[in-house]
């Protein structure tokens, strides 16, 4: 049972009342105060005032030092009280007021709880609304390199194209009017090989005629040359990419590296005497790991995987379907180790590997939201999105994620 303190003291003025609690070496103090009821605790000593009089919680306050805690109360009418406290000796008046301010005490506790989820929340709500508006921005920056990269090499084809254009037709030029002066000369070189003034009329007229001829061979041009198809054959490629966008090197390092892949057995395995030939074959065992899969028997799956992998560390499918085992039998953290180590070995990222990149990362994405991780799986289905931007389930669950993350979904 607790001690009542007696040796406190107050004072008061028309507007405020302070009350002055000797701490008795106490270091642990509980103070509860409401507009009609104080209560300072610090065991084993208890002290209890039903004041006379209303006061304004929200402008009162309490400090503690040098072994007293002086609690200042605001009035809410200036006057001086006559008495500190009520002289009722009622315990079921005095039970009345404590429940009162001990209901009063929880409200204030719930509403300021309430009021730091809401900040955190908004102050989530706009971090996640300034990271989407600078992924925005960079968005259209990059698109607007695009666009005038495009407009850029548009011009200088166009610009080729009238430079070409332009020679063809002063080469067209050059040889029409060699034409014409060779055969001007020709027609002086006839016309004056006659004599005699009967001969001057024969001259005159075979140089009209010849003129005649030699404007008419000026203007009419050679017909278009007929159109043909010229056969063009190009060096066979794995990956059918235009040469402007082509990641040779990476292709080719993907390639060797799945050759690699394909030729590392391992030899240390202690049952590999005890396996039959199948059984010693990674990708039969992925097979029949996908079977049971498919079949709904994930421990089976699981252990052909198993198998599989200690046969053959290289082959980032086996982890990648291992992962899917993880997720349906809510093994979430290997789930995330197996589908990390598939990202690992599914370098470097061309096109050949982009559909297996993009399931790696959902897969590791769903582990995390199931664990209630949402930012780091939506930065997950975000890295496959960019991988496959037309997936319309995967846009759909991304946005899912941003809802639950926005706390828009229940």
Known sequence: MPLLVTDHSWTQTESMVYISVPLKGATK????????????????????V?????????????????????????????????????STYDKET???????????MEEKLAAEAQSRSEKKHKEKKYALKT?????????????????????????????????????KE????KVLSQTCNANKGKDIKENFGGGGSGGTKVIFDKRSANEDQSKK??????????????????????????????????????????AEARRAINADVEELNDLSEE??????????????????????????????????????ALYSNRAACHLKLRNLHKAIEDSSKAIELLTPAVAANAAARARAHVRRGSAFCQLELYTEGLQEYQAALKIDPNNEPLQADTQK????IQGSTS
């Open 94 to 104: 005095k039970k009345e007021i404590r429940v009162r301010a001990l209901s009063k």
């Open 50 to 86: 039903f004041l006379s009089e209303l006061v304004d919680d929200e402008q009162s306050l309490a400090k503690i030092g040098n072994g007293v805690a002086v609690i200042s109360l605001s009035k809410r009418t200036n006057k001086l009280w006559e008495h500190l406290a009520i």
């Open 279 to 316: 059984e010693r074959n990674p990708d039969w065992l992925k097979e029949k790991g996908n079977k049971c899969f498919a079949a709904g028997n994930y421990l089976s799956a699981l252990n052909a995987y198993n198998l599989a992998i200690r046969l053959n560390r290289k082959i980032p």
């Open 131 to 167: 990271m989407m508006n600078i992924e925005k921005d960079e968005r259209e920056k990059i698109q607007k390199m695009k666009d005038d990269e495009r407009a850029a090499t548009t011009a200088e084809l166009e610009a080729w194209q009238l430079k070409e254009k332009k020679k």
């Open 170 to 173: 002063e080469a067209q030029i």
């Open 29 to 48: 103090v509980d103070i509860l105060s409401s507009d009609e009821y104080l209560k300072v605790h610090f065991p084993p000593f208890l002290l209890e």
């Open 401 to 404: 994620i941003r809802d639950i």
């Open 217 to 258: 061979k000026c203007t009419d041009l050679p017909a278009p040359r007929r159109l043909g198809n010229i056969e063009v054959s190009f060096t066979p490629r794995v990956f059918p990419t235009a040469l402007r966008e082509s990641r040779v090197a990476e292709e080719e390092e993907w390639l060797n590296k799945q």
